[in-house]
């Protein structure tokens, strides 16, 4: 006879509703290591799933997704000419807030290379790559664009031709891919106004210098578009991506290229460690403190809830104990309620979180390696929670089921 | 070594505290109570009659005296000489004054797990334990929560526990005290069928004198000493069973 699970069947409503607290309880510590999970996921997914070997970004920067770099964006064709470089491709990566519907929606803005690079890669889910190197994009769901949406950013609208799913930013926004020239025109859009002016400005600076006086000829094309002005320096990209031959190691690239002074170089694995170890450290940390914290006061909490259930059942402890029941009995019906209490709160925390971290504004990804290490801490901190109620039913004496 | 006695105590002495606060709750009391025997133990609040039940009933040691159970020398002292838990599980059964059924269990499950924490299979605790429900005619009510059953039928489970093992000695604390007066006759009755049918030892500590006539013998507890009931002398003179009384001593 189970005398654990003839209790719980008793008792049925408050066990219920016990586990379901417990439920919750570590349904948030779930969600936190979730969170935590899909923090480095999303932070990291660019980097993964562009394929690059070695980032080129602006010299003593971390990279765009750490800080502001720009590198001028014929830098691609410097990167051709190293010895051992198979591809190099410009990278675009800003983000963006505008209003939809009245609603904000801040957009994570991705430069394609066109043509090398036309988003077939991507984990498309609906739509197609892009055809065209102006006004496509391919957005991904959490922007909530539908497809053959156009959407007005800047001068020009674009089509949403593409959709993907869980392509995310490092600060939690939605990706969406452009051409290089889209992504830039986005990014440098200026109003018109701005425009005439500065092309004024330059105009006026010109005349006033000796220069302008003496060559007239200057000073009209001082008026013109600035990508027009040959003494104007080419479009700032954020970075340029390079991939190696394959027999050549991305180290003895990264060595060429580090000779060169106004760039750092980066491999993918150490971009990616700049940014585990930039933006995401501190989140990390304060997360892990927060796991820890939850988990602490989880145990806290199902010890005493163990602790009020033995306290319950002191005077039949008692009897047991009256009518010659072995210690182990007893204990070990305490402790099964624990490991029980443990076990199917967990459960709860898993079904209640397979349903709600869905809906919540940043991933939160359930690892196995996760869900088997808090399955574990939830069995240690059972079989602890129930040490408390155990010492308190060890104490009881046996004549205390005399005292009615 | 079986002497036809179900206990025996010799000069059992309980003490409270010590120097100035020593009570002294149980003084020298000396009882021997045959297999088949039906004793009550009457006796005012504070008298002493819990604490002889507890001490006989290997809960609470005494400080003095010895207690043999079934010929088998138990406890010297304060000192047991065996392990009085699964002493107690074999050859001790308990009644008290509220049926003191385990709530989570079921009747028939109040009556097994007496056997099953004394290493019987389910099925044969089962068993055992729906004989003795039958015998104690609340069979019907096998799977009914406690709290489903009358005061009366409470103390039939309850009675069927203490039973269980087979016990040399059923101890009965007040066990008719929540009861009115013709279930509680019942049940006085019960344990003097048991008793007599089964050759098991029962004490039952009263405040019922209505049922006394139920009884083989009659104590009286009074500061903690136990003397013989004038009541019962009176009553045993046309008893059947008047010799055998005459050697169950009592100091």
Redo the contacts between chains.
Sequence with gaps: ?N?AV??I???FGRFALTTVGVGMLLMIVMGMSGIYRGIIEDATLLVDESNADLWIVQRNTRGPFAEVSRVPANLVHRALAVPGVETAREFVYHTIQREREGKPIRIAVVGLSWPTDKGESLPLVAGRALARNHFEMIADRRLGLPLGERIRLGKESYTVVGITENMIGSAGDGLAFFTVADALDIQFDIPGEAVRLERQARFVRGTLSDLGRKQPALTETAFKLPWEIPSLGPRQISAVMVNVLPGTTPQSVAAVLAGWSDVSVYTAEGQRELLLLGPVEKVRRQIGLFRVLLTIIAGIIMALILYTLTLDKL??IA????????NR?ILGMILQQALLLGVVGYGIAFLIGLRIFPRFPRRVILTDGDLMQLAAIVLVISVLSSVLGIWKAIRV???E??S? | MDNGYAIETEGLTKIYGSGNTEVVAMRDVTVKIRRGEVVALLGPSGSGKSTFLTAVGLINPPSAGRILIGGELVMDGPKALMETRSFRRRYIGFVFQKSNLIPFLSAIENVQIALEVNNWSASASRRRAMELLEYLGVSDRADQSPATLSGGQQQRVAVARALANQPSIILADEPTAALDGRLGRQVMELFRKLAHEQGTGVVVVTHDHRALDVFDTVYEMEDGVIRRSETDAMRTISSPVEDDQKERGAT
């Design positions: 006879m005398l003839k209790d069947r008793h008792n005077h039949d009897l047991l104990k009256l009518i010659g029941a072995p009995r004496e046996p004549n089921a005399l009615g």
